[in-house]
């Protein structure tokens, strides 16, 4: 079973992790092991950590046949002439950034960047968005790191699924023009998109099935994507998931969770050491849910009343 887990400054499982929603401070040091091999993205201070014992971090994660990744941008911040929109900083100075992160053992890279329906898009958001993403990942392989592209549509909105879609369309286009552009090999990327959803305060919801043919209609002649969660719960992002791959696609769509494979797990950790066991069987049982929905096996069926609780928070930054 392969998957993501998707790191941040402050969010991570491994090491230092702050979920609002699981109402945990910030830790630092390996707290919440596991012996479950998968991807992890993580923070830049995160690669260079030890354990306690002196062990470095990346070795303990390659020991485990985990792929070390990292974050490299610098956050969000207001796009000015923009329509209260953001735009993602950190180009300055990645390419020497990211050979570093090679030679430290990183094997991937993440950067990620948003645009807001409610906001717009204005074409200028839309623009600054895909060009930092194409430069991002030109200069990501360029350093021998596979990049993540993530070209996010925040949920925040009432706006119905055909409003997302169509941002999303004109987003993702502008992408991969820029990717093109800048001479990105489509082949050494891979793509993250949101799932095409209505807004999380729209009216009219949509069905696991509705968000399938929605997304599978928007990634014809594109590549083989991974899904971040964008604020779902854990039951609606594994069973959306386990639509898309139950409907006709060329595609295997896996995914890339943080707070849908984390959630539950964290609170039941709790940031206390007698938890872990209980932490670590929570989260196996989460992965193992979507390793079956990435295949189009899942049913549901003993999930938990946590598992349903959305996590949506408006204006949500990392």
Not at 76 to 83: H, I, K, M, R, Y
Not at 104 to 112: H, L, T, V
Request: contains cysteine; hydrophobic residues 40%.
């Amino acid at each position: 079973m392969n998957y993501i887990s998707d790191g941040s400054p402050l969010t991570m499982v491994l090491v230092g992790v702050k979920r609002r929603s699981s109402g945990l401070d910030r830790v630092s040091s390996a707290s919440l092991g596991y012996d479950h091999g998968y991807d992890e993205s993580c923070a830049e201070e995160t690669l260079y950590q030890s354990t306690t014992e002196g062990k470095k971090m990346v070795d303990v994660l390659v020991e485990q046949n985990i792929v070390p990744g990292i974050k490299v941008d610098k956050g969000l911040v207001p796009l000015v002439g923009s329509n209260n929109e953001s735009w993602c900083q950190g180009l300055d100075g990645l390419s020497s950034r990211t050979a570093a992160y090679y030679q430290q053992g990183a094997r991937f890279a993440k950067w990620r960047t948003v645009v807001s329906i409610p906001n717009g898009p204005s074409a200028l958001a839309v623009k600054e968005a895909a060009w930092g993403l194409a430069r991002y990942a030109a200069i990501s392989q360029d350093s021998g790191l596979v990049p993540i592209v993530e070209p996010e549509i925040l949920l925040d909105g009432e706006h119905d699924i055909d409003r997302t879609y169509e941002v999303a369309e004109k987003v993702w286009a502008e992408v991969f023009f820029y990717l093109a552009q800048n001479n990105v090999m489509f082949e050494g990327i891979l793509l993250k998109p949101s799932m095409v959803t209505p807004g999380a305060e729209s009216k009219d919801r949509a069905t696991p099935e509705q968000v399938a043919a929605y997304t599978l209609k928007l990634l014809r002649n594109r590549i083989p994507p991974a899904f971040l969660s964008g604020g779902q719960s854990e039951l609606e992002a594994t069973l959306n998931l386990n639509a898309m791959n139950q409907a006709p696609n060329p595609w295997h769509v896996s995914f890339s969770y943080a707070r849908a494979l984390q959630n539950t797990c964290l609170k039941t950790w709790g940031g206390r050491a007698e938890n872990v066991n209980a932490a670590q069987t929570t989260l196996l049982a989460r992965a193992k849910a979507n390793s079956l929905a990435q295949l189009g096996k899942y049913t549901g069926e003993g999930e938990s009343e946590e598992a349903k609780e959305g996590m949506f928070v408006k204006g949500y930054t990392y």
